[in-house]
């Protein structure tokens, strides 16, 4: 994110970097700070001007996929990752799994999982709170085998997209301090 460090990986015997994040939007900025969190050397690098960390998430409503949440329960919507799962393969499609969907379905478990999970407690170990409301975004069918959701998942966080940015921005600035 300093453009001096940019210069450095060019094989001129600078700096080395263990990763190179390439977009300082929202999954750029966890993944630069997930890897410099576990003591890795990162660059992180983006087209734009450091003005616009965060790219589009930070312009976004700040919306999150989560399942069977606590504030799905207040509002008497029941959800579980079975359900959530039945959603996304009707979404989805599926259809070439031996082949270009192997892995993206190995993804599609493994973020349901995820989201289903541990996903909103880091959030909130982060300090990111979220709306006490479910909005329903992707809307399917009130059943699970169209494209869709079939029950509300999406999760507003305080601050719309400011507010999920910020606590990664926060990290990734961290470790360029300490660097």
């Not at 929202?26 to 990162?42: C, H």
């Not at 700040?62 to 009707?90: C, N, T």
């Not at 989201?115 to 809307?139: D, N, Q, T, Y």
Request: aromatic fraction near 12%; charged fraction near 25%; include cysteine.
């Amino acid at each position: 994110m300093r453009e001096e460090r940019i210069a450095d990986c060019k094989g001129d015997g600078g700096v080395e970097y263990e990763a190179i994040v390439v977009g300082a939007g929202l999954a750029g900025l966890v993944a630069a700070a997930e890897i410099a969190d576990a003591g890795k050397t990162v660059l992180l690098l983006d087209q734009e001007p450091e003005a616009s960390i965060g790219g589009q998430a930070w312009w976004s409503f700040g919306g999150l996929f989560l399942v069977d949440s606590p504030e799905q329960k207040r509002m008497g919507i029941k959800d579980s990752k079975e359900l959530a799962w039945q959603d996304w393969l009707g979404a989805a499609g599926f259809d070439r799994e031996q082949d270009e969907d192997y892995w993206g379905k190995k993804w599609a478990e493994a973020y349901v999982d995820f989201a289903a999970g541990e996903k909103r407690a880091w959030l909130a170990s982060m300090g990111i709170r979220f709306f006490p409301v479910v909005g329903w975004a992707e809307r399917g069918g009130y059943l699970a085998e169209g494209h869709g959701n079939s029950v509300s998942r999406f999760h507003i966080v305080w601050g719309t997209g400011p507010g999920i940015v910020a606590p990664f921005e926060r990290r990734v600035r961290a470790h360029m301090k300490a660097d």
